[in-house]
């Protein structure tokens, strides 16, 4: 499985927001300065997730973006089903655009074998499934503190 761009970028806005703390707001444009997102993009990315109640906007020179639920409420699979992504591992091999086997003849083995592997991709489905449910904006928020930390170390700084 891939993340899309339109992933990606969603994961990384609603992070800042969760870097920033509570009741903090940041604007589409600071934002997009930060993650190195383009603006209009992020703009359009941020009116779904406001619309799935995961952001909240606030008008007015202090406005701008904030997490409207605590970030280990905000699951990664809610965020991607917020901007319209499916979690669709990979594509079926040997299957064309309707569905049926490229296959002629109606070869047994290959059936099987047709069998098992699409078995293997819904387990893996579901088990992606599940991490994506199971981990959390503030999962992701730990893990970058971390690896700030990290960094903050190796180049001699102290936090």
Do not use: C, N
Not at 49 to 61: D, F, P, T, Y
Not at 84 to 100: C, I, M, T, Y
């Amino acid at each position: 499985m891939r993340l899309t761009t339109r992933a990606t970028y969603s994961i990384r806005a609603l992070l800042d927001l969760a870097m920033l703390g509570s009741g903090q707001t940041a604007s589409v444009r600071a934002i997009a300065e930060r993650q190195h997102i383009p603006a209009p993009y992020l703009e359009k990315l941020l009116i779904e997730l406001r619309q799935a109640g995961l952001v909240r906007s606030q008008r007015g020179a202090q406005g701008g973006y904030q997490l409207a639920r605590a970030p280990r409420r905000i699951p990664l699979s809610a965020i991607l089903t917020a901007v319209g992504e499916s979690l669709d591992p990979v594509a079926k091999e040997g299957s064309d655009v309707e569905g049926k086997s490229s296959g002629q003849g109606g070869d047994q083995a290959l059936e099987r074998l047709d069998w098992v592997t699409e078995a293997l991709w819904e387990r893996i489905a579901r088990r992606v499934q599940q991490v994506l449910d199971e981990t959390t904006l503030e999962d992701l928020y730990f893990d970058a503190r971390s690896w700030q930390a990290a960094q903050d170390q190796e180049s001699g700084f102290v936090v």
